[in-house]
């Protein structure tokens, strides 16, 4: 198994997720700035996780511009 290291910190999925989400709610966006200190917390930041890549995989995909 290879680890991408440039996104093994997390900070580009945290700032995509806030994108694509729309609303979030305070609490989630102070867990996504800051990082979790409590289990309760790493649980909800690996529930937020899981709705990302669900949000991800549900977007159209990007077409190539075919115009003449």
């Known amino acids: ?5 440039k996104e093994s910190d ?3 999925w945290r700032e ?6 729309g609303t979030v709610s305070i609490d989630d966006i102070k867990l996504l700035d ?3 200190t ?6 909800r930041l690996g529930a937020l996780h ?3 890549k669900r ?10 511009d075919i115009k003449r």
């Open 38 to 43: 409590t289990m309760k917390e790493a649980w």
């Open 10 to 12: 997390g900070a580009e």
């Open 55 to 64: 949000l991800k995989r549900n977007q159209p995909p990007d077409l190539p």
């Open 1 to 5: 198994m290879t680890v991408n290291w």
């Open 34 to 36: 800051e990082g979790a």
């Open 16 to 21: 995509e997720f806030k994108q694509l989400k």
């Open 50 to 52: 899981s709705e990302y």
